[in-house]
């Protein structure tokens, strides 16, 4: 009964050992081919199929299955690198991976810790701050409370470091005298911001709408003018008779002398 049960075992045993190594037998027997990756980054993540498969640089070549693959590889600061490839049997394939840099290396210190770092406007993080920029000319701004801002102008060039170091100063007491014309001014912001808001809800009345005016011509015997202008016509009217009467007669006395005035001059030797 023991002997029967011991050659049941080695049966079931030897079955398994079947049933676990030919398939890895017929797997090694497979063929394969190689995949060398080359490239002159590193620590860009490479991935077959979706896969990842390691960083760069690779020491050994992949071993794949023959046929077609994608290939992608990444790196913070670089462009992604995508490509398809053929594995065939027995023989290596050969695949340079290019990263195109998109973006330089930024450091932002500053002489006081937790500073909010902005960048084009935008808060970025605080110092020390290490960030990948996208590359061309931008705008920082290093401010914390109680300091005067920093403000300063970078261009960040494709796969370089940059690095920038902010001072930022305390700032300076105000004197009670300064402290109160600030106050008043505040105040009499405040007052007419407050006036603006009590103008801007009441509504503007109506415009009345003035009569139109009469024509010149109207009403023409009660206007100054008219009796001006016939006042200047009657007196013309009167005067120049006058003179012309006043003239003639002037001009017959010249022309016959009085009879008394006459014998004088005879009477004379």
Same mark, same amino acid.
């Given at each position: 009964?023991?002997?029967?049960?011991?050659?049941?075992?080695?049966?079931?045993?030897?079955?398994?050992?079947?049933?676990?190594?030919?398939?890895?037998?017929?797997?090694?027997?497979?063929?394969?081919?190689?995949?060398?990756?080359?490239?002159?980054?590193?620590?860009?993540?490479?991935?077959?199929?979706?896969?990842?498969?390691?960083?760069?640089?690779?020491?050994?070549?992949?071993?794949?299955?023959?046929?077609?693959?994608?290939?992608?590889?990444?790196?913070?600061?670089?462009?992604?690198?995508?490509?398809?490839?053929?594995?065939?049997?027995?023989?290596?394939?050969?695949?340079?991976?290019?990263?195109?840099?998109?973006?330089?290396?930024?450091?932002?210190?500053?002489?006081?810790?937790? /500073?909010?770092?902005?960048?084009?406007?935008?808060?970025?993080?605080?110092?020390?701050?290490?960030?990948?920029?996208?590359?061309?000319?931008?705008?920082?701004?290093?401010?914390?409370? &109680?300091?005067?801002?920093?403000?300063?102008?970078?261009?960040?060039?494709? &796969?370089?470091?940059?690095?920038?170091?902010?001072?930022?100063?305390?700032?300076?007491?105000?004197?009670?005298?300064?402290?109160?014309?600030?106050?008043?001014?505040?105040?009499?912001?405040?007052?007419?911001?407050?006036? &603006?808001?009590?103008?801007?809800?009441?509504?503007?009345?109506?415009?009345?709408?003035?009569?139109?005016?009469?024509?010149?011509?109207?009403?023409?015997?009660?206007?100054?003018?008219?009796?001006?202008?016939?006042?200047?016509?009657?007196?013309?009217?009167?005067?120049?008779?006058?003179?012309?009467?006043?003239?003639?007669?002037?001009?017959?006395?010249?022309?016959?002398?009085? /009879?008394?005035?006459?014998?004088?001059?005879?009477?004379?030797?």
């Amino acid at each position: 009964m023991n002997r029967s049960l011991q050659q049941s075992l080695r049966l079931l045993l030897s079955a398994i050992l079947v049933m676990v190594l030919v398939p890895q037998a017929n797997s090694r027997s497979r063929p394969r081919g190689w995949l060398v990756i080359d490239s002159p980054v590193d620590g860009a993540r490479v991935y077959v199929d979706g896969r990842l498969v390691g960083k760069t640089p690779f020491k050994r070549p992949l071993k794949l299955r023959p046929g077609k693959h994608r290939l992608k590889a990444t790196k913070a600061g670089f462009g992604t690198f995508k490509t398809e490839f053929r594995i065939r049997r027995g023989r290596r394939t050969e695949i340079s991976v290019d990263l195109l840099p998109v973006s330089g290396l930024l450091k932002v210190t500053a002489n006081i810790d937790a /500073a909010e770092v902005y960048i084009d406007n935008k808060l970025a993080g605080r110092t020390p701050l290490i960030k990948n920029v996208v590359v061309g000319k931008h705008d920082i701004m290093v401010m914390r409370e &109680g300091y005067n801002d920093y403000v300063s102008e970078i261009v960040v060039e494709a &796969g370089q470091r940059h690095f920038v170091e902010a001072v930022l100063t305390p700032f300076q007491d105000l004197s009670p005298e300064v402290k109160a014309i600030a106050e008043q001014q505040k105040q009499k912001q405040k007052l007419l911001e407050q006036l &603006g808001d009590r103008l801007a809800e009441k509504p503007l009345p109506p415009a009345e709408q003035q009569p139109a005016a009469a024509p010149w011509y109207q009403d023409w015997w009660r206007k100054w003018w008219f009796w001006t202008a016939a006042g200047v016509v009657l007196a013309t009217a009167v005067v120049i008779p006058v003179a012309v009467t006043a003239g003639s007669s002037q001009a017959n006395l010249n022309a016959h002398p009085p /009879a008394a005035t006459i014998q004088l001059q005879l009477r004379q030797p």
